[in-house]
């Protein structure tokens, strides 16, 4: 079967019902011609600089361990590339990925999935907003 979808978190696929994809490319269009506010409100409402948080990216050497465009260097292979990080769905694979929720896993990590990779980088609420309106700009 050429159609298939995600079912749940866990990778299980399904075959989509018959009409299903006419309704997806029906509503297309309004899921994308209204990502690009969503992503700047979204950035507008942390209350971060991106700009500071660029600049804490960078001193943290966030680059070690992620590919991060724009960053010279930063091409590490532990964790996932952050570009595009803020058009996914999930921080972590468990997280959904909103502001706030970025900053709770930007400031503590372990505390969302214990032993993964990220450490705590000691980030206070104004770096981690910071650091995450940044994350928010990146393409």
Known sequence: MLLQRCHH?????????????FLALLFLPLM????????????????????????LTKQLGCGSCHVIPGI??????????LSQ??????????LRNTPDNMVVWLRNPQSIVPNN????????EQQARDVASYLYTLE
């Open 85 to 94: 990080v803020g058009d996914r769905v999930y921080i972590a694979g468990v």
């Open 72 to 81: 010279e260097g930063a091409n590490g292979l532990v964790g996932p590339s």
């Open 9 to 21: 978190a866990f990778g299980e696929m399904t075959p989509l019902k018959k009409g299903r994809p």
């Open 117 to 124: 990779a990220m450490p705590d980088m000691g980030l206070s």
């Open 32 to 55: 994308l011609f209204g990502c690009g506010e969503e992503a700047e409100s979204a950035t507008a409402s942390l209350g971060g600089d991106k700009t500071q948080g660029a600049e």
